[in-house]
């Protein structure tokens, strides 16, 4: 990608392609063909964000190729949903990595400030997995974030201890299992987007999720947007681009 990125340049350069066709050339999708896998190297240029690996189910020398050309590429690489055996075999052949055995986080990063305010809410501390991705995917990516764990309506008094905090962000991610009341809680006391995200955790009824998801679907409260069970990194990932949205408008103006 970068050797393609610098012929173009060169070629804008020596007058031999225009401005505007080297532009619509690095506009154009792009991707590594490994054989087994086609990385797309593009992705960061086109939505703000790089390619992340989902770990889980991949075989151990895919596993390791990808992550190697990823952080040839970038300097930086993020995994999910992977294991303590998978950190293993990636880190003889990247001695840099580190893994978050909570939230099945691999990641190499580099250092870059954190922007905004990003709020992550668990209803219980079983929750706490689910919130790892979240919160980890969405400071990979850059944003500032602030946790609030075992805040569920059971013990809603929690909640409201935290409530003047929480509504400073720019966005709050609540994640629940059981009955998964509490986004809707939370987006009848806020006035900022409310990401909800069911969990697996419950009993027999909950039906790994499903009950959760569906109180979430079905919430009355507004401002509520649903990922689907379990999905950490999803809401990590909706939340940093509503916070890099509001950074901007607020860093517009204070200028």
Known sequence: MLLHTKKILEGIQDGLISVEEGLN???????????????????????GFGEVVFCQGKKDEHLIQIFQHLYESEKEVLGTR?????????????PDITYDSTSGILKITKEHPLIG?????????????????AAQTAEF??????????VGVAGIHHLFSKIDA?????????????????GSVIAGLVDVPVI??????GYGANFNGLSALLTMINSCANGIT??????????GYVATQINRLAYRQQSDHTE
């Open 82 to 94: 992977a294991s303590q055996h998978q950190y293993e075999i990636v880190k003889k052949q990247l």
């Open 196 to 201: 909800c995200v069911p969990t697996s955790v």
């Open 25 to 47: 050339l690095l506009k154009k999708d792009s991707y590594e063909e490994m054989g087994f896998a086609k990385l797309d190297c593009s992705r960061k240029q086109r939505n």
């Open 141 to 150: 990516f850059g944003s500032r974030v602030n946790r609030f764990y075992d």
């Open 117 to 133: 305010n990003i709020a992550v809410c668990t209803a219980g501390t079983a929750d706490i997995s689910v919130a790892e991705e």
């Open 226 to 235: 649903v990922v689907n069970i379990d999905n950490g990194y999803g809401a």
């Open 166 to 182: 929480i509504r400073e962000a720019s966005c709050v991610i609540a994640i629940a299992g059981m009955e998964g009341a509490l």
